[in-house]
């Protein structure tokens, strides 16, 4: 957690700028200036959006799928396509800046080591009408496991390097994303806040607990929240134990560093700009990771990222939500165009009659696509017990289980 920097007197500052408006107003005279036409700021891509922002980037004329996460440091490439479109940078070609920033690499739950092949050469690339010449390096990662929890195939993924560059809105009731070169109008939104940031980081924005303030980075490539479990004790301790709901206990999770399992909580009693959450669903972790991602965003009607102000704009009527508690935790992926039972401990499946490797056709009588495996975990998370059937597939036989 951070400290808010000391505020500046505000009624200071305003008197200053107005003694120094009005002694330079020496002429009164009016002159006619002829007026410019408006200027009509076009953006370079819209692009629709499920739940995560993902959206089509030109490489040598190839499209590819890249993921918009602000929690990842550089611009990545999955090293499938690496290997066929670059190569690794040589040490001499990497700044020593950088070198510092790839000894490790931290994920939620770990601090791993990378390959020493991390770091490829990047190239010119559009997104829209845009092309990004001036990256200094890529990073080539297998994103295979990034793919299956996506549902979808995941190519590379637009970093904070790259995000910095341009302007991001997004519309919530229309799933609609629009990317632009210039920066939208503050007075569009109903309401902007400062946000902080600095380099190899993700943008902070400043919470509430009370008279506590708490800084939580965000991460567009995380679908849910994230923070250390000192930060939940601090809630409870702060507004007392009904502030805080054990949700789920050990269930499978993955991130870069491979299959973790972790405990998740519902919390109460946190404020964004004066605006109640209502209730959150975090994960926890011992890493000293602080992060909302997109379930946190969705609260918004529209809402934007302006990094050349380093400012965040939104509508809404409200950002309070009750979390309907977890019934269950069944951890699924999507490979070869199904939706597949996998990464469960053993003593989570024991009860359900599932097995890792179950192909899931159905979540009762509905057939659901590889990239709406978001929608079947949330079927599976809270369908009340009793009213949940699962049609699946193992070894070639067709059957029906219910939980």
């Known amino acids: 957690m951070s400290i808010r920097p000391e505020k500046i007197n505000k009624k200071s500052v305003l008197t200053l700028l107005l003694g120094l408006a009005v002694s330079g107003c020496a002429s009164h005279t009016i002159y006619s200036t002829p007026q410019p036409p408006p200027f009509k700021k076009t953006p370079i891509l819209e692009a629709y959006f499920d739940e995560m ?19 990842a440091s550089f611009t990545t490439i999955d090293k499938r396509v690496a290997k066929k479109i670059t190569r690794p940078l040589l040490i001499t070609e990497i700044a020593e800046i950088y070198r510092e920033g790839l000894t490790h690499i931290n994920t939620v739950y770990d601090r791993i080591k990378p390959e020493s092949d991390i770091a490829v050469k990047p190239l010119p690339f559009s997104i829209g009408s845009e092309e990004i010449r001036d990256n200094d390096l890529w990073l080539a990662i297998d994103l295979s496991r990034l793919s299956e929890a ?14 910095r560059k341009l302007n991001w809105m997004v519309d919530n009731k229309k799933q609609r994303l629009t990317i632009s070169k210039d920066a939208p109008g503050a007075n569009t939104y109903q309401k902007c806040t ?80 004066g605006m109640p959450l209502g209730e959150i669903n975090v994960s926890a972790n011992q890493n000293k990771h602080f992060a909302i991602g997109m379930d946190f965003l969705s609260r918004f009607d529209r809402y934007a990222f302006i990094p050349s102000r380093m400012m965040f704009c939104y509508d809404t009527q409200s950002i309070e939500r009750k979390e309907i508690k977890a019934q269950r935790h069944i951890a699924i992926r999507a490979r070869d165009k199904q939706i597949e039972v ?28 590889p990239a709406q495996i978001n929608q079947v975990r949330e079927h599976l998370k809270q369908i009340p017990k009793g009213k949940l059937k699962l049609t699946i597939v193992r070894n070639h036989e067709q059957r029906d289980i219910y939980l």
């Open 53 to 71: 922002l993902i959206i089509p980037v030109v490489i040598n004329h190839q499209s590819f799928n890249f993921l918009v996460d602000t929690g």
């Open 150 to 163: 996506m549902g979808t195939n995941i190519d590379g993924i637009i970093g904070i390097d790259t995000f």
């Open 194 to 273: 400062a946000y902080d940031n600095r380099y190899n980081n993700m943008p902070v924005l400043w919470f509430d607990v009370d008279d506590s303030e708490l800084a939580l980075y965000v991460d567009t490539g995380a679908d849910s929240n994230n923070v250390d479990i000192e930060v939940i004790k601090m809630i409870e301790k702060i507004k007392g134990k009904d502030a805080v709901t054990r949700n789920t206990e050990n269930s499978a999770a993955v991130d870069l560093g491979g299959i973790v399992t972790e405990n998740s909580y519902i919390l109460k009693g946190i404020t964004f700009a």
């Open 342 to 369: 996998f990464y469960n401990p053993d003593d989570v499946l024991k009860k359900t009659g599932l097995r890792n490797g179950d192909i899931l056709l159905k979540v009762n009588d509905i057939t659901y696509a």
